[in-house]
């Protein structure tokens, strides 16, 4: 199985074993887009942006490294639904259950991450 599908599953998992939280949402967004948090979570401040749904990336939108906040998908329904793969639905209304859902369902669709986790601010570093 390739890394990135495993890693859609393991957050699929944790969804149903774990509380919502921005951490996860970050997690979420890394796993969406197969890319890694460069954020080395060596400081309080570095350790408050992974609790808050800051992600730290390289090369987005031409810039070298920046900030982006993740999409609050394990909180709101309209992003988690936003996860959700083309041509499916479900009946389940509890957000974190939703993206349980529907990262299993791009798991096994390999489908390409979907627009509404690229409108949130990129800052530089």
Do not use: Q
């Not at 460069?38 to 992600?55: C, K, M, Q």
């Not at 329904?77 to 990262?103: D, K, Q």
């Amino acid at each position: 199985m390739e890394p990135h599908i495993e890693r859609l599953l393991r957050l699929a998992e944790a969804c149903l074993t774990e509380r919502p939280s921005r951490r996860l949402d970050g997690e979420i967004y890394c796993a969406l887009h197969c890319i890694d948090d460069l954020n080395s979570v060596d400081n309080e401040r570095l350790i408050d942006a992974r609790l808050n749904g800051e992600v730290l990336v390289r090369g987005h939108r031409g810039l070298s490294v920046g900030w982006i906040e993740a999409p609050p998908f394990t909180t709101d329904l309209r992003y988690a639904e936003a996860l959700l793969p083309e041509g499916v639905r479900t009946i389940l209304r509890v957000p974190i259950e939703v993206c349980s859902a529907a990262l299993h369902a791009r798991a096994k669709c390999d489908a390409p991450a979907p627009r509404v986790s690229d409108l949130f601010e990129f800052r530089s570093a």
